[in-house]
C-alpha cells in the first residue's frame, strides 16, 4: 500500500488581533485581517486542529487529521483574544491554541519586574476559552529568552508555568511555545522532563514528518500579512520565498546566541 502523500500542516502564530489605533506592534493582525483570513480559510474547506491535536498525531498517536488541517496559535494571552478571536472562532467552528505567559495574566498581581505587554486576559477568561475548547498550552511564567537562563531559573519558568495552569484549569497542559521561539537542546530537555509533549518554536517552515516535536516551527502572522501571502503559506507553497529574509536571521542569530550561551558558561565557570 501507498502511504497518502499529504502536505505539511501549517501552524501559525498570531499575537494581538488588534488594530493600529489599538496597538503599535507590527504583530498585531487588525480584526477585520483576522476576519478575512478565517473566512478564507473557512471557505477553502481548511479544519482546525490544536497544536497538542497535532503532535500527538504526527508522534503516531491516535486520531486522524482532517483532508486539510491548519493550527491557529496565538502567543502571550492578550485580552483580545477573548473579545475578537473567541467570538470569530465560533463562528467558524473553529479552535486554537492560546499560549498564556501566566505571570502576566491581568489579575496575577504585579510583576516582580517590567511591565505587561498590553490588556492581557483575566484568569476567568483564560478557563471560560479552555471550556469552549481552546488548548491552553505554556509560554512561561515572565517572558524570558530561555536558553540564556541558568538551569535552576529555567526550572522554574517551565514547571512553574505549567502547574500554575494546571491548577486554575483543572486539566492537563500538553505543551508549550517558547517565548520568542527561542530554545536550546537544554530548554527542550527540561520542557520533556517538566512533562511536556511538544513545544512550538518559530522558524517560519511548515513541520516535517519525523520533526523533532519540542521544536514544531510556526508560521508568523504580522499586521503586512497580505492575503495572498496568507493564502499561499496556508496552501504550503512559497513558503521560503515568503519568508526568505526572516528564516535567514532566524538561522544567524540561533548561531550568535549559541555561542553566547556558550561563553556565558566559560565565565560562570570561572
Ligand atoms: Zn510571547
Not at 65 to 92: C, H, I, K, S
Not at 234 to 263: E, H
Request: hydrophobic content about 40%; overall charge positive; proline content about 8%.
Amino acid at each position: 500500500m501507498t502511504a497518502i502523500r499529504r502536505p505539511p500542516v501549517p501552524i501559525l502564530m498570531y499575537h494581538e488581533i488588534a488594530g493600529p489605533a489599538d496597538s503599535t506592534s507590527h504583530l498585531a493582525v487588525p480584526p477585520s485581517s483576522f476576519a478575512r483570513q478565517l473566512g478564507y480559510l473557512h471557505d477553502a474547506g481548511f479544519q482546525t486542529v490544536t497544536a497538542a491535536t497535532l503532535a500527538e498525531i504526527m508522534n503516531g498517536g491516535a486520531g486522524r487529521l482532517p483532508e486539510r488541517a491548519v493550527v491557529l496559535t496565538f502567543d502571550d494571552g492578550f485580552a483580545d483574544f477573548y473579545r475578537q478571536a473567541l467570538p470569530l472562532l465560533d463562528r467558524y467552528g473553529f479552535t486554537a491554541t492560546l499560549y498564556v505567559t501566566t505571570g502576566w495574566v491581568q489579575d496575577a498581581g504585579p510583576l516582580p519586574a517590567g511591565q505587561r505587554p498590553g490588556r492581557m486576559l483575566c484568569w476567568s477568561q483564560v478557563a471560560e476559552a479552555a471550556g469552549a475548547g481552546i488548548e491552553i498550552g505554556a509560554h512561561s511564567r515572565l517572558h524570558p529568552q530561555l536558553d540564556q537562563l541558568p538551569r535552576r531559573r529555567l526550572r522554574d519558568e517551565l514547571r512553574g508555568s505549567k502547574a500554575q495552569l494546571e491548577d486554575r484549569l483543572g486539566r492537563p497542559v500538553a505543551g508549550l511555545a517558547y517565548p520568542f521561539g527561542y530554545s536550546s537542546a537544554a530548554v527542550r530537555a527540561e520542557a520533556r522532563a517538566a512533562g511536556h509533549g511538544y513545544a512550538c518554536a518559530v522558524g517560519n517552515a511548515l513541520p516535517r514528518p519525523g520533526a523533532d516535536p519540542l521544536a514544531l516551527p510556526r508560521l508568523t502572522v504580522r499586521r503586512s500579512t497580505s492575503m495572498p501571502a496568507f493564502r499561499q503559506f496556508t496552501q504550503s507553497r512559497n513558503i521560503p520565498v515568503i519568508f526568505g529574509k526572516d528564516r535567514a536571521l532566524t538561522k544567524g542569530y540561533a548561531m550568535v546566541r549559541r555561542t553566547r550561551a556558550a561563553l556565558g558558561q566559560v565565565r560562570r565557570g570561572d
